[in-house]
């Protein structure tokens, strides 16, 4: 993850410094462990200012507006009874090339400074500390103890101390290139990594920009040059420092934020998608990357589970089914002991097997007898036999439907959480949590780290267009087929869904007197088709009826309906381009 670095940290700031500054703080919300959002208000609107100490993703942006979910945190409670309607009245660097930054609030602009709130940015060292007029600490993100660290303890109580200087050169913009590129070149070694080491407040993102953008390679030797490599990359360096000059003295116009291969860049040196301010790019990227880190963190978990638990219930009903087969035996030993109670008059004493004819066939029978006892005796123990059989397949049938009704839902958890592969926006992860939530309420995932319901905002249908203009809206997960299917499917809908088969409910809006084409069937199944278990497949049977015509069995799990009326039309998942 590329870590906001003295560039973009400028550039951020200067953006809110022209835009939202000053403001009242109306609101404190922390998020997580590691995020807090403060609500702004200024003349022309408000906004959510997001401050983070993340140990990889520690920032200072203009956000979107937090969830509406409870706040528990003891931090962000201490902040609403400190700064609770202070103005924020400035934000300042507190000292040069340094990553940490004091945002500065009063009662009301022009007025003294009551209290400071440092932001600091530094990788897994982040922090964020509010203290007093007189820089005494009030909170802090976390407190370090002297244990662990001897150099800069943060406790409440104490006095603020700025964080250790750097020692590395400071750039300078009236530096001559001659003593620039005799510093760069000073330890032969990889170009990209002399440049960092020899000056402070560099990124290795920037780095590689800047190089790349001279047209040499950040891996190449810097003793490997030419005198037109070094001019050009010169002219990339002053570039930069000229444009960090420009910014904090509030021209923006030159500020091109961009989205590249890896990550962003504040400069046009490398081609990539705009971005309309530097709020958008840090808030946008820095959300997708840690949605990412806990979408492939919480997939992995879930799909552990599932297959864990599947395993063990498919081993479950294969015993079942195994005892199944064994009680179809149970019909042989009654045959057995009519034919011995038949045949009395044929059974010696001593006998171990004896061979009689079927009563329907004729067919020779041999049985096994047991030698000590009478035949009436070895007739009784084939009855008693036959009586233990039967009882067992009326105790074993009902488990076994209980354990493959388990597996059938399970299956279509399994079918969900497949279909969402991969992240490629914020409703995936809010599925997952949704499936996650599911789980728990079911019993398979523990429940103790799970708040109130209905927290988060629900993730939002598959939607798709049918070629008749029609919306179809297909499932995520079984929390979302239950709502489909039995909240928002309406009269004149249609209910689409693989027969037999794990998969999503599909519903194709219609409109009253309107009725849907071949076209527009075809393409409901073949999205049904797509989103089930039998994605592989060539053809796949989909039923589509009325949604009053599917229902929930009582005590049905979730996702799981009963249908009738139904018509089959085959959907072909290949169709789907996803």
């Not at 200067?14 to 807090?36: K, V």
């Not at 706040?71 to 040069?96: C, M, W, Y």
């Not at 750039?171 to 510093?183: I, N, V, Y």
């Not at 998969?503 to 409109?511: E, F, K, Q, V």
Request: glycine share 6%.
């Amino acid at each position: 993850m590329q870590p906001v670095d003295f560039t973009t940290l400028t550039a951020a700031c200067c953006e809110i410094r022209a835009s939202w500054l000053p403001a009242r703080l109306e609101q404190i919300y922390q998020r997580d462990r590691h995020t807090i959002s403060l609500a702004l208000r200024t003349l022309s609107g408000r906004s959510w200012l997001t401050v983070s100490w993340h140990p990889q993703a520690a920032r200072l942006c203009i956000g979107d507006r937090p969830p509406r979910t409870p706040d528990t945190f003891t931090f962000s409670d201490q902040l609403r009874h400190q700064l609770g309607g202070f103005a924020l009245i400035a934000i300042e660097k507190v000292a040069p090339w340094e990553r940490a930054l004091d945002l500065q609030f009063a009662k009301r602009p022009g007025e003294p400074v009551l209290w400071h709130l440092y932001v600091e940015i530094m990788g897994k060292r982040s922090n964020v500390i509010l203290t007093n007029q007189d820089n005494l600490i009030v909170t802090c993100a976390h407190q370090v103890s002297e244990k662990q660290s001897s150099l800069r303890p943060v406790q409440t109580g104490q006095p603020y101390e700025l964080p250790p200087a750097l020692q590395d050169p400071i750039p300078s913009f009236g530096e001559t290139q001659e003593r620039w590129q005799e510093r760069i070149c000073l330890i032969p070694g990889k170009l990209g990594k002399q440049l960092l080491k020899s000056y402070r407040g560099l990124s290795k993102p920037l780095v590689r920009g800047m190089i790349r953008a001279a047209g040499a390679d950040p891996e190449q030797s810097n003793q490997s040059l030419s005198d037109s490599d070094w001019e050009r990359l010169f002219q990339r360096w002053q570039e930069w420092l000229q444009a960090l000059d420009i910014w904090q003295n509030g021209d923006l116009s030159g500020l091109t934020p961009r989205w590249t291969d890896n990550g962003y860049s504040l400069f046009d040196w490398l081609p990539g998608e705009k971005a309309a301010s530097v709020q958008e790019l840090v808030d946008r990227y820095y959300t997708d990357e840690l949605n990412l880190q806990e979408f492939q963190q919480l997939h992995h978990q879930l799909s552990q589970k599932l297959s864990n638990v599947l395993g063990k219930l498919r081993v479950k009903a294969r015993g079942f089914q195994e005892r199944l087969q064994q009680s179809d035996e149970a019909a042989r030993y009654r045959q057995k002991g009519d034919l011995l109670m038949a045949y009395l008059h044929l059974w010696e004493p001593g006998m171990k097997s004896i061979v009689l004819e079927d009563f329907e066939t004729q067919a020779p029978v041999t049985i096994a007898l047991n030698p000590e006892k009478n035949a009436v005796q070895n007739a009784g123990a084939f009855y008693k036999q036959h009586q233990k059989l039967k009882r067992a397949r009326a105790a074993v049938e009902p488990l076994l439907a209980e354990v493959q009704a388990e597996i059938d839902y399970l299956e279509q958890v399994e079918m969900a959480l497949n279909q969402i592969d991969a992240y490629r926006e914020a409703a995936d992860l809010r599925s997952l949590k949704e499936i996650r939530d599911e789980l728990r309420q079911q019993g398979y995932l523990p429940d103790r780290e799970r708040r109130s319901q209905n927290q988060e905002p629900a993730s939002d249908f598959r939607r798709y267009v049918s070629p008749g203009g029609f919306e179809l809206l297909v499932g995520r997960n079984n929390r979302q087929n239950d709502q489909l299917t039995f909240r928002l499917a309406g009269d004149y809908d249609l209910w689409f869904h693989t027969q037999e088969i794990a998969g999503s409910h599909a519903i194709l809006r219609l409109t009253p007197g309107a009725v849907a084409d071949d076209a527009d069937l075809q393409f409901a199944a073949d999205l049904a088709a797509y989103y089930s278990r039998a994605r592989q497949s060539e053809q796949v049977p989909v039923v589509y009826t009325k949604p009053k015509y599917a229902y929930k069995p009582k005590g049905a799990k979730p996702g799981m309906v009963v249908y009738k009326h139904e018509r089959i039309i085959w959907g072909r998942p290949s169709r789907v381009q996803s």
